[in-house]
């Protein structure tokens, strides 16, 4: 069983950036895919970053050029930078990690960018 515990989140106005974390409580940590999933107020959950464990990226197209993902091995820790922040991108994030059998997710952290 991996725990996976978020933080970082917290208020923002527009423009602004915020980092979010999220700690990994396994040894094996570099072999998952790692995600970070946001869910706003009566929409469904979406995937808005993915890193794998050969530190491949892929981004939601609404983030592309604003958010990066990154992954310290070391640390059993992955991170989310969010700058230009948008109202819309008000949510809970959400980290995820998965291999080809597990499926792991942390409680979420809220976002809220809000002038």
């Known amino acids: 069983q991996v725990q996976l515990v978020e933080s970082g989140g917290g208020l923002v106005q527009p423009g602004g950036s915020l980092r979010l974390s999220c700690a990994a409580s396994?040894?094996?940590?570099?072999?998952?895919?790692m995600g970070w999933y946001r869910q706003a107020p009566g929409k469904q959950r979406e995937l808005v970053a993915g890193?794998?464990?050969?530190?491949?990226?892929n981004y939601a197209d609404s983030v592309k050029g604003r958010f990066t993902i990154s992954r310290d091995n070391a640390k059993n820790t992955v991170y989310l930078q969010m700058n230009s922040l948008k109202i819309e991108d008000t949510a809970v994030y959400y980290c995820?990690?998965?291999?080809?059998?597990?499926?792991?997710w942390g409680q979420g952290t809220q976002v809220t960018v809000s002038s």
């Open positions: 890193i794998t464990n050969s530190r491949r990226t």
């Open positions: 995820n990690a998965k291999d080809t059998i597990d499926d792991y």
């Open positions: 396994t040894r094996i940590f570099s072999i998952y895919t």
